[in-house]
């Protein structure tokens, strides 16, 4: 079976840029089983699009017989929606995108402590500090580029490069996008407020190719439209696999940025569960199974992102995830992304 983003790339590339805004979200799917008792239904957040997790929710209902009834819509979009709801929101367990907004959550008291036993399974690096989230996937930012157009002796050893001369006009990004923002988040965290945005004064005045989402980003990359783009590793998995071809036959490769690098940065998507729900262990049993190894198999080999359990293997066409220099950041500091959207805005990425 085929997992594409594509449908959900309209929501996904407003984001942040909407993380004032509170969103229903369709629950359609999720209407209250009223032959069931509360302890046999819980109500996810996801912020993680519905033609990718759906399979996943139907098998753990398949398996347990526990019934979720979910509410689709962007991941920041659902931060705010808990935030604003407090202890009155209908949430048992918010399935994020990034860690970043699972912090937005978090340092809101929203989200109760994990069993150790279930952090355990995950390194220390993708889960929070306090262990009230844990990270259940997890994907690299690298540079995708055309072979025949940059050679690789070429590739810039710093995404920071990306802003001088030569790369005028080259380097596609989605500034609308979350992974996107999450980076620059990153920058933040890691180097400030003024690197941060020396970087984004310095790409905005090199010309950049602004895309609506990673997945035009690699198609533009692979046809030779545009040399080079930021993005996340996964996409070129996901679009081989919809050519019908293989990562390593198409043209874009991937450029994973050495030696701690900020454009390293790995991410996870990942899973709190809200206070009022951690005593019924419905809730805890979801977060259990997607730590699994059935779960875990299916991001690696449907969605193409890195597993975070041990024993399960990742994607093929990418290294290792143990093996990747990523930079020296605490997912758990990348918190203040509504703070990060204003100073993308403010830089005239976005109009």
């Given at each position: 079976?085929?997992?594409t983003?594509?449908?959900?790339?309209?929501?996904?590339?407003?984001?942040?840029l909407?993380?004032?805004?509170?969103a229903c979200g369709s629950?359609?799917?999720?209407?209250?089983?009223?032959g069931k008792?509360d302890?046999q239904?819980?109500?996810v957040?996801s912020?993680?699009n519905?033609?990718l997790?759906?399979?996943?929710l139907?098998?753990?209902?398949e398996?347990?017989g526990?019934?979720?009834?979910p509410?689709?819509?962007s991941?920041?979009?659902?931060?705010?929606?808990?935030v604003e709801?407090?202890?009155?929101?209908?949430?048992d367990?918010f399935?994020a995108?990034?860690a970043?907004?699972l912090?937005?959550?978090?340092?809101r008291?929203?989200?109760?402590?994990?069993?150790?036993?279930?952090?355990?399974?995950?390194?220390q690096?993708?889960?929070?500090?306090n262990?009230?989230w844990?990270?259940?996937?997890?994907r690299?930012?690298v540079l995708?580029?055309?072979a025949d157009?940059?050679?690789?002796?070429q590739?810039?050893a710093?995404?920071?490069d990306?802003t001088?001369?030569?790369w005028?006009?080259?380097?596609a990004?989605a500034?609308?996008?979350?992974?996107?923002?999450a980076?620059?988040?990153a920058i933040?965290v890691q180097?400030?407020?003024a690197?941060?945005?020396?970087f984004l004064?310095g790409?905005?005045?090199n010309?950049?190719?602004?895309r609506?989402?990673n997945?035009?980003?690699?198609?533009?990359?692979n046809s030779g439209?545009?040399p080079?783009?930021?993005?996340?590793h996964y996409?070129?998995g996901?679009i081989?696999?919809e050519?019908g071809t293989?990562?390593?036959?198409?043209?874009a490769?991937?450029?994973f940025?050495?030696g701690g690098?900020t454009?390293a940065?790995?991410n996870?998507a990942?899973?709190?569960?809200l206070t009022g729900?951690?005593?019924?262990g419905?809730a805890?049993?979801?977060v259990d199974f997607?730590l699994?190894?059935?779960a875990?198999?299916?991001?690696?080999?449907?969605?193409?992102?890195?597993p975070?359990?041990?024993?399960?293997t990742?994607?093929a066409y990418v290294?290792?995830l143990?093996?990747?220099k990523v930079p020296a950041?605490d997912?758990?500091d990348l918190d203040?992304l509504?703070?990060?959207?204003?100073?993308?805005k403010n830089?005239?990425l976005?109009?």
């Amino acid at each position: 079976m085929s997992v594409t983003r594509r449908s959900a790339a309209a929501v996904l590339a407003a984001s942040l840029l909407s993380f004032g805004l509170v969103a229903c979200g369709s629950d359609e799917d999720g209407a209250a089983d009223p032959g069931k008792p509360d302890d046999q239904q819980i109500t996810v957040y996801s912020g993680r699009n519905e033609q990718l997790i759906k399979p996943l929710l139907e098998k753990f209902t398949e398996q347990t017989g526990i019934t979720v009834r979910p509410r689709y819509a962007s991941t920041s979009q659902l931060a705010a929606q808990l935030v604003e709801e407090g202890d009155r929101s209908p949430a048992d367990v918010f399935l994020a995108q990034d860690a970043g907004a699972l912090g937005t959550v978090a340092k809101r008291d929203m989200f109760a402590a994990l069993p150790e036993a279930t952090l355990a399974k995950v390194p220390q690096t993708y889960r929070a500090g306090n262990g009230q989230w844990v990270g259940v996937s997890a994907r690299a930012r690298v540079l995708t580029y055309h072979a025949d157009l940059v050679p690789a002796d070429q590739l810039p050893a710093s995404v920071f490069d990306l802003t001088g001369p030569a790369w005028k006009g080259k380097v596609a990004v989605a500034p609308t996008n979350a992974s996107f923002q999450a980076f620059v988040t990153a920058i933040r965290v890691q180097h400030g407020d003024a690197k941060a945005e020396q970087f984004l004064a310095g790409l905005k005045a090199n010309d950049p190719q602004i895309r609506e989402n990673n997945i035009k980003i690699v198609e533009d990359v692979n046809s030779g439209a545009v040399p080079v783009g930021l993005v996340n590793h996964y996409y070129l998995g996901e679009i081989a696999q919809e050519q019908g071809t293989t990562p390593q036959e198409m043209k874009a490769k991937l450029h994973f940025f050495p030696g701690g690098d900020t454009g390293a940065l790995v991410n996870v998507a990942g899973v709190g569960v809200l206070t009022g729900s951690a005593g019924d262990g419905d809730a805890q049993k979801f977060v259990d199974f997607l730590l699994g190894a059935e779960a875990q198999k299916y991001f690696a080999e449907q969605t193409f992102e890195y597993p975070v359990v041990a024993g399960v293997t990742g994607p093929a066409y990418v290294p290792p995830l143990a093996d990747l220099k990523v930079p020296a950041i605490d997912l758990n500091d990348l918190d203040t992304l509504d703070a990060t959207v204003t100073m993308i805005k403010n830089s005239g990425l976005v109009p």
